[in-house]
Nanobody, 122 residues
Framework: QVQLVESGGGLVQAGGSLSLSCSAS????????IAWFRQAPGKEREFIAA????????HYGDSVMGRFTISKDNAKNTVSLQMSSLNPEDTAVYYC???????????????WGRGTQVTVSS
């Protein structure tokens, strides 16, 4: 069992930056990939980024490559998502997810947080 709790969402103007955090707890945590997904109203859940607790490799979705950075803090069991150059199309609920195998498909992830809302105003 893995428990995930997201934090850090909010309202930001276009062009701004925001950082999200995912606090993870549970058994055998170091064996899991941690990923970020997002879901906008009426759209499918979209892969954003993923990382292992070893930090290498990291993976990014095409829509955020070069703007978002995923990182982890082993001591705090947290995975962060630093987002920059935000635009209104980034508005969504952002979710943290965990699974023991890497995937870009949301259904493949066994554990999920409840999500945090990110709203980018134009």
């Amino acid at each position: 069992q893995v428990q995930l709790v997201e934090s850090g969402g909010g309202l930001v103007q276009a062009g701004g930056s925001l950082s999200l955090s995912c606090s993870a707890s549970g058994d055998a945590l170091r064996t899991y990939f941690i990923a970020w997904f997002r879901q906008a109203p009426g759209k499918e859940r979209e892969f954003i980024a993923a990382i292992t607790w070893g930090g290498i490799p990291t993976h990014y979705g095409d829509s955020v490559m070069g703007r978002f950075t995923i990182s982890k803090d082993n001591a705090k069991n947290t995975v962060s998502l630093q987002m920059s150059s935000l635009n209104p199309e980034d508005t969504a609920v952002y979710y943290c997810a965990a699974d023991q195998q890497y995937s870009r498909r949301a259904p493949n992830y066994a554990y999920w947080g409840r999500g945090t809302q990110v709203t980018v105003s134009s």
